[in-house]
């Protein structure tokens, strides 16, 4: 049977364009035209992507059952207080599904590649936007409660999920219709540029991240005498600050690959525990937003602002729907553009 399923062959880095060449690997590169079959065969090989892919694709089902568990097994829905969560947690389905079939897909063609990653970021910008639903929700320190910066901080949150997305498709290519053309898109593919694209792409989303965390880097670092809401979730937010602040470094910095070029292509290298530690740090999210909601459920409904469809999933939409009109944008022009390969 094995023999009659014939698994497409590997390329070196020399093999194939420069616009699929990642850092410090050296082998293991899918054919860069390969099929939608052959994308879909290459899960049951071993190539540079097998585990970037592997790595998302099994965790999404696991917050998938988490949110089906609060949804349909506890009975939560109805109940508005859980509504903070269950976006959370859908945003934690969509992030790793979207990453696992942006690496799966990525190497259909040149322009394909460039549209499985703008779904990659957008998703990770509605991410970014659940833990702020979530956050202003349960996690907002006693004493900064119903404050002026808790009244604007979803709001602004959704604001900068939409910059984030639109940042980060900018950061591969340029300003589409104005800045795509053949001279950006040969730049693109030749490598040139890669190090302020990468820049750009870290600031797309640290800024976010940074914004989303202040009520909680408040509440754990700066915060002193009453009001500051130390309990048992407190030790969980360090932990997931922290796998938050390594999963930054692996993909700023492309260790290990980066000191050995050609030891980590299949295995080991910075993208695949990139995205081991994101979902370690993500569990251990849900974890603490969850003993926030147990410990302090009583104290925030007496004073916390209710929550409402449109503070959660109106914004959540409303996040969605304008990430993919940009994502839409960018990929319309990539068809429109001489230079890049279909
Ligand atoms: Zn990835």
Redesign the pocket.
């Given at each position: 049977m094995l023999n009659l399923i014939k698994l497409p062959q590997v390329f070196t880095i020399n093999q194939v364009p420069k616009v699929f060449h990642e850092d410090g690997i050296i082998s293991g590169y899918r054919h860069p035209c390969s099929s939608a079959k052959e994308c879909v065969l290459s899960l049951f090989q071993l190539t540079n992507e097998t585990l970037?892919i592997w790595t998302?694709f099994l965790p999404t089902w696991f917050f998938l059952w988490k949110l089906l568990t609060v949804m349909l097994v506890q009975d939560d829905w109805q109940d508005p207080f859980t509504w903070p969560l269950l976006v959370f947690l859908l945003s934690c389905c969509v992030y790793p599904l979207a990453?696992s079939c942006?690496?799966t897909f990525s190497t259909m063609s040149e322009r394909a590649r460039h549209i499985c990653f703008f779904f990659?970021y957008g998703a990770l910008s509605f991410y970014s936007l659940g833990s702020a639903i979530a956050y202003s929700s349960y996690s907002f320190p006693d004493k900064w409660v119903n404050s002026t910066f808790h009244e604007y901080y979803v709001p602004i949150a959704v604001v900068n999920s939409v910059i984030s997305t639109a940042l980060a498709c900018y950061s591969r290519l340029g300003l589409p219709f104005f800045q795509y053309n053949y001279h950006s898109i040969k730049r693109y593919s030749a490598g040139k540029d890669q190090k302020l694209c990468k820049l750009l792409r870290i600031i797309a989303f640290l800024y976010p991240y940074l914004f989303d965390n202040i009520p909680l880097f408040y509440r754990i670092f700066v915060c002193t005498g009453e009001g500051c809401t130390v309990n048992e979730a407190n030790t969980v937010h360090y932990q997931h600050t922290s796998l938050a602040l390594f999963t930054g470094f692996l993909f700023a910095t492309h260790l290990p690959e980066r000191l050995a070029p050609g030891s980590f292509d299949y295995i080991g290298h910075s993208?695949q525990l990139?995205?081991v530690f994101a979902i370690i740090g993500t569990y251990f999210q849900m974890t603490a937003n969850e003993l926030d909601m147990a410990a302090r459920k009583q104290w925030l409904l007496a004073h916390l602002t209710p929550i409402t469809l449109s503070n959660t999933a109106g914004a959540a939409i409303f996040s969605v729907v304008s990430g993919l009109c940009i994502i839409y944008v960018f990929s319309l022009a990539l068809f429109s553009t001489r230079g890049v390969k279909n």
């Open positions: 970037n998302h990453s942006a690496h990659d993208h990139f995205h």
